[in-house]
């Protein structure tokens, strides 16, 4: 999942963390682990990028060119680099 947090900034998160969330049964005493990771507008872009390209018509899309990307030679792909945070907490 890739969120921008532009709209929100500082925010609490009080999104979906998966589309099928409603079904999941945590219990007490249940440790719930969530791992973060910050990247770059460009790898952002390139990641909504192929979402949205997957998503449009019958069996996934297809695209007139490639997604936008931070490579300068024209080849499919990006870089990146990342930041990493875990948060994890117990059920109460």
């Not at 589309?19 to 872009?45: A, R, T, Y």
């Not at 192929?50 to 060119?65: I, K, R, V, Y």
């Not at 990342?82 to 109460?92: C, D, G, L, Q, Y």
Request: aromatic share 4%; with cysteine.
């Amino acid at each position: 999942m890739v969120l921008n947090d532009e709209i929100r900034n500082g925010l609490v998160n009080t999104l979906k963390l998966e589309i099928n969330d409603d079904d999941l049964d945590f219990k007490q005493g249940d440790l719930i682990s969530i791992e973060m990771q910050c990247i770059d507008k460009k790898v952002s872009m390139f990641y909504t990028a192929l979402a949205l390209m997957n998503d449009s018509g019958p069996g996934g899309g297809t695209t007139p060119n490639n997604p936008p990307n931070n490579i300068s030679n024209g080849a499919l792909g990006i870089f990146s680099a990342h930041t990493v945070e875990n948060k994890s907490t117990v059920i109460p």
